[in-house]
């Protein structure tokens, strides 16, 4: 296989203890936190081969004080609020996939739950535990081609059927020689995965490691991608997939977004420009940062999150100075829109937009707290609730399963 030489950042993990009872403002604050907390070393300069190759570059308006209204950018938007049973409450969500009509959710006590498009709980896949079949830490899962669940957890990957049934148990170990201890999975095209080892669990960061290995079928190492320059950690999820693509959740300190293709070749697919706000220095937090470094990093967009693809536009997330933004390229204006969720707030006519973390078709599709939920009914204006058709939606309770929140573009 072709190594591709790509731009290497190292991504941190921030684990952001949020209480679900907390108010949407305090929540809001700790996401926006989270972005100018996920800081590490290295160097944020391109290589000469992913530079030269021809990539789409999106351009951030230097205004980000321009907030687009809900309505221009969708058609539809719809809730869909997950069975509460008892037992099976659900505090967050880390990762959930829409597969035909079966919502698939990895929850916050690492439990696959299946809903139907109704909502409704249909079963549980696997268990917890330390027998056969069972599970450790559900880490990351997604329906292969095949149509079964595959698993990720600690040191092995469980395959189950739609309904299920555990199928087999396939055991790997790449902490010894590569320190990989990999937090997110997904089919290779070309055979086997690709493992995200991020650097969860590991000791002393080397260019001979990898964030992202190609692995055959047996788990055995094919190729690493993204050098590991300093310790640091992973995302809650790692791929998305768009037509014959899988796409890499943006890496950080890294403006670029990285695709699979079809053949297993990693490249550059878009790059996102935030013009001054950018930044080009060597962030090194082992010493003490000078007040012009210090300034410097905070004068600039860090870290970018929730990237999704459909067909006429491209999502992503991005925090500035504290406050989170969601911006959305049009691809056949070539054209950015940008929303921020403290500027919706005060707008008792605007429907809040709660980042997007899946894309469906046209449809982006964030879960939100019941408790959001809530307030946003209590804030918006009669005729804004008409609207958008959320009348029905005023039997919800604070303390209820999260809520699926689907905006369909136009």
């Not at 001054?276 to 220095?281: E, N």
């Amino acid at each position: 296989m072709e190594k591709v030489a790509v731009t290497i950042q190292p991504a941190l993990m921030v684990i952001v203890l949020i209480n679900p009872t907390n108010s949407m403002k305090t929540k809001v604050l700790l996401y926006s936190l989270l972005f100018f907390l996920l800081l590490s070393c290295n160097d944020s300069r391109k290589s000469k081969e992913s530079s030269s190759l021809q990539i789409t570059s999106i351009s951030i308006p230097e205004n980000l004080s321009i907030n687009t209204p809900i309505d221009s950018l969708f058609s539809e938007i719809k809730l869909l609020p997950l069975e509460t049973k008892q037992g099976y409450e659900i505090a967050d969500i880390f990762h959930f996939i829409v597969y035909d009509s079966l919502i698939m959710i990895n929850d916050d006590r690492k439990r696959l739950l299946i809903f139907n498009n109704n909502g409704k709980l249909v079963r549980q896949i696997g268990r917890r535990g330390e027998g056969p079949g069972e599970y450790l830490s559900l880490r990351d899962f997604y329906v292969n081609a095949q149509k079964e669940i595959e698993i990720l957890d600690f040191k092995k990957i469980e395959r189950y059927t739609l309904d299920g049934q555990h199928i087999s148990t396939s055991r790997f170990d790449l902490l010894d020689k590569y320190e990989c201890n990999p937090s997110n999975f997904c089919a290779a095209p070309s055979g086997g995965y690709f493992l995200w080892g991020g650097t969860l669990g590991i000791k002393d960061a080397s260019p001979r490691r990898s964030m992202l290995y190609h692995v055959n079928n047996s788990i055995q190492i094919i190729e690493g991608y993204f050098p590991i320059t300093h310790p640091a950690g992973g995302a809650l999820y790692r791929f998305s997939t768009y037509k014959n693509l899988i796409l890499i959740e943006p890496i950080f300190g890294d403006y670029y977004i990285y695709q699979i293709d079809s053949l297993g070749k990693v490249s550059p697919r878009y790059q996102y420009d935030f013009g001054k706000r950018s930044y080009h220095g060597k962030l090194d937090f082992r010493k003490n940062m000078s007040p012009d470094e210090i300034n410097q990093i905070n004068e600039s967009v860090i870290q970018m999150i929730n990237f999704q693809e459909t067909d006429q536009w491209l999502h992503v997330d991005f925090g500035f100075k504290g406050k989170v933004y969601s911006s959305f390229y049009c691809k056949e204006k070539a054209k950015i829109y940008l929303t921020n969720v403290n500027a919706i707030k005060k707008n008792p006519e605007e429907f809040c937009f709660w980042w997007a973390r899946q894309a469906y078709k046209n449809t982006l599709i964030n879960p939100v707290e019941a408790s959001w939920i809530c307030e946003e009914l209590n804030r918006l204006s009669p005729q804004t609730i008409e609207k958008w058709k959320l009348e029905a939606y005023r039997d919800i309770k604070e303390d209820d399963n999260p809520v699926l929140v689907f905006y369909k573009f136009k």
